[in-house]
């Protein structure tokens, strides 16, 4: 079974541009979730996505934002780039709430300059 | 009251000891708390979990210990090796379902052969 992949795996953008990262579910799973990792804050909850629809959020600005599509697969954006939103943002997936084994992509680093 | 504290930041020990790393919660709604493995350049993976209607649990050269009373968790690394150098996160997630994970600040461990 393929794992979570996530792309692209580097981005370069600039401050005040936008953003959009992919990210595809191990197969027959049904639950997205985002994370941000830095060095300063380690890993944070983003959001979570079932079924299309958001079921958790953490405490981010509304710059970012994400859906989820009805393959699972799920898209976040974030817009009006600043320095701080450099990172690697982590994709996780598990079979749904209730769920407990959430596995994780290789992430997709982010630099914004 | 959503954090969860992880000491110590890094620890080197040598091959053949036993590596500990402790966490500490406040939130008593937590319910599930997993250990992930992270290595340079790849997302975290999940390497033991543990419920607090037990107080240890032991899979291979890992085990996880778990004190209710006192809000605290701890992973041991038995016969430590030099391919267990990584960084160590615990977390925590509350409703039984570990979509919304809260990370600790991650422990770097480094075995010395």
């Known amino acids: 079974k393929a794992g979570v992949t996530q792309t692209p795996r580097y981005l370069i953008k600039t401050r005040g541009q936008q953003v959009t990262l992919s990210c595809s579910p191990i197969?027959?799973?049904?639950?997205v979730s985002w994370y941000q990792q830095t060095p300063g804050q380690g890993l944070q909850f983003l959001f979570e996505?079932?079924?299309?629809?958001?079921?958790n959020k953490g405490n981010f600005p509304g710059r970012f934002s994400g859906r989820q599509f009805s393959n699972s697969r799920s898209e976040m954006n974030v817009s009006t780039l600043e320095l701080g939103d450099s990172a690697l943002y982590l994709c996780?997936?598990?079979?749904?709430?209730?769920?407990?084994?959430?596995?994780f992509g290789p992430g997709t680093r982010l630099l914004v300059l | 009251q959503q954090q969860v504290k992880q000491s110590p930041q890094s620890l080197i020990v040598q091959k053949g000891g036993i590596s500990i790393i402790n966490c500490a919660y406040e939130?008593?709604?937590?319910?599930?708390f997993p250990w992930y493995q992270q290595f340079p350049g790849k997302g975290p993976a999940l390497l033991i979990a543990?419920?607090?209607?037990?107080s240890e649990k032991k899979e291979g050269r890992f085990t996880i210990s778990f004190n209710k009373s006192a809000k605290q968790f701890s992973l041991h690394i038995m016969d430590s090796q030099p391919g267990d150098s990584a960084t160590y996160f615990c977390?925590?997630?509350?409703?039984?379902?570990?979509?919304?994970?809260?990370f600790g600040q991650g422990t770097r461990l480094t075995i010395n052969p």
């Open positions: 996780a997936s598990s079979s749904g709430p209730g769920g407990e084994t959430q596995y």
């Open positions: 197969s027959g799973h049904r639950s």
């Open positions: 996505y079932f079924s299309e629809t958001q079921r």
């Open positions: 939130n008593t709604a937590f319910d599930y």
């Open positions: 543990i419920r607090p209607d037990v």
């Open positions: 977390a925590a997630s509350r409703d039984q379902g570990a979509q919304k994970l809260v």
